[in-house]
């Protein structure tokens, strides 16, 4: 069975950088036709697709993070990260991975980990 | 980008009622609509997908429905587990998601 699991600080300081994992258990994110993906949602608000990355290196991702937003992946430990530079209290949220389908839904998600811009 | 917008903000009905959730695209996303559940704590579960697709596992009470701007998500009758937030996203432009939409019980 599939699995998805978010690693990272809970607590980046505003301007930092915020650094997530997430590890895929039980199947291999080399898998063709997945692209794998990040959404993002802050506290007691709606969700936001941040964006998605192919095991080869394709990246996708939403214009209005573009410029500080930066998806890798690394077959060789079956994880994929997000990289978002120049916080601010409005970048708090849960961070979720999700597996993204060739249709570009999401069909397994990890639990989710919070991150709080705060000095 | 491509508004979603849902209503209503709140449904609140009783278990065994019939529950008729609805979602609005700011233009044309064909029938690239997917439908979300989302409990307390939880990561959202997908439900439906090409606006009329069930995903593997969902119950058959759970149905989607349009194409073009307007799409429902019918719960035949509720079950108790049903009371979560649900979420339309398309994927016509980049990936957006609605705002929501709350089913409390009465």
């Known amino acids: 069975q599939l699995q998805l699991q978010e690693s990272g600080p809970g607590l980046v300081k505003p301007s930092e950088t915020l650094s997530l994992t997430c590890t895929v258990s039980g199947g291999s994110i080399s898998s063709s036709s997945y692209y794998w993906g990040w959404i993002r949602q802050p506290p007691g608000k709606g969700l936001e697709w941040i964006g998605s990355i192919y095991y080869s290196g394709s990246t996708y991702y939403n214009p209005s993070l573009k410029s500080r937003l930066t998806i890798s992946v690394d077959t060789s430990k079956n994880q994929f990260s997000l990289k978002l530079t120049s916080v601010a209290a409005a970048d708090t949220a849960v961070y979720y991975c999700?597996?993204?389908?060739?249709?570009?839904?999401?069909?397994?998600w990890g639990k989710g980990t919070t991150v709080t811009v705060s000095s | 980008e491509i508004v979603l917008t849902q209503s209503p903000a709140t449904l609140s009905l009783s278990p065994g009622e019939r529950a008729t959730l609805s979602c609005r695209a700011s233009?044309?996303?064909?029938?690239?609509l997917a439908w979300y559940q989302q409990k307390p704590g939880q990561a959202p579960r997908l439900l439906i997908y090409?606006?009329?697709d069930r995903a593997t596992g969902i119950p058959a009470r759970f149905s989607g429905s349009g194409s073009g701007t307007d799409f429902t998500l019918t719960i035949s009758s509720l079950e108790p587990e049903d009371f979560a937030v649900y979420y339309c996203q398309q994927r016509s432009n980049w990936i957006t998601f609605g705002q929501g939409t709350r089913l409390e019980i009465k």
């Open positions: 090409d606006a009329s």
């Open positions: 233009q044309s996303v064909s029938s690239y």
């Open positions: 999700a597996r993204r389908l060739p249709q570009y839904y999401m069909d397994v």
